[in-house]
């Protein structure tokens, strides 16, 4: 079936026959996202995973991603954060007063949120402020930009004027230079941490020879926006956690599930 959004058509496939089709046969055809503003500007110019087109570039960034961020070599850092992490999370359980409610969907949020980041950067700053914003909120910003504007279904003159009448020009370039900001404070509090103490090795560590700073930029948006987007589908499930046990289990299950996100794209 085919719809129009605004003067752009879309196909939908609703059978598995067409979409073994569209998934496989034709997949090095159809494989690629649509453009958009949003994508093209907070991705630096499409030098990210998630977001870019098909190409020599998107496969190099790949290649980097799985054998840096989730490759095997990785995996023993990965263990050894997370059961820090679980561990932390069951202490802090263990601290509440009886007959507390406990907000399962914010914790778990808190603990895929400083896996996440003690992997990738090396520290979480998942409680700092930075231009008066906690990460959280400038996630969703970044969410909210990548989720397309009038120019991705009106191309031409008209999408432009809308986007600058509508703000969306406006927001995307805040939203932008705040994390673009925020990302280059993590790079340098990283690099001046390394050259002052020791300490294991993270993404940034392995990444920093291989990449130029643009693209490891665009590397840590694509895990932030991967996960910030698609761990609230997974969030509700919490409800279903009624022991230590569990409460791992799922904490493995969700970052799982995060992380073959990423590796879809």
Known sequence: MTVHLGATPYVIISSSEFANQALKTHDQ??????????FQRLTFD????????????WKEMRKVL?????????????????????KAMLD??????????????????????????????????REE????????EMLDDLVISLCGSVSDIYPGRIGLILDEILGFNRRLEKTFSTFDAFLQMVLDEHIDHT????????MIDACRSQLTTNELKALLISISSI????????????????????????SFATFKICSCRVIRF
Do not use: W
């Not at 055809?29 to 949003?38: A, D, Q, Y």
């Not at 802090?92 to 603990?111: G, P, Q």
């Open 29 to 38: 055809i159809l494989c690629n996202r649509p453009r958009s503003k949003g």
């Open 195 to 202: 050259e002052t103490s020791g300490h294991e090795k993270d």
């Open 92 to 125: 802090s359980f263990s601290s509440e007063h009886l007959n507390t409610t406990v907000n399962m969907d914010e914790r778990l949020f808190h603990l895929v949120t400083d896996i996440v980041s003690k992997v990738a950067v090396g520290k979480s700053y």
């Open 66 to 86: 799985v054998n840096e961020f989730l490759g095997s070599k990785r995996s023993k850092f990965f263990k050894k954060v997370v059961d820090a992490e679980v």
């Open 227 to 250: 996960y910030r987007s698609f761990l609230p589908r997974y969030q509700g499930q919490a409800d279903a956690i009624d022991s230590s046990k569990g409460i791992q289990e799922f």
């Open 129 to 136: 402020t930075f231009r008066g914003k906690k990460l959280k």
């Open 46 to 57: 499409y030098m990210d995973v998630a977001f870019s087109p098909h190409a020599n570039q």
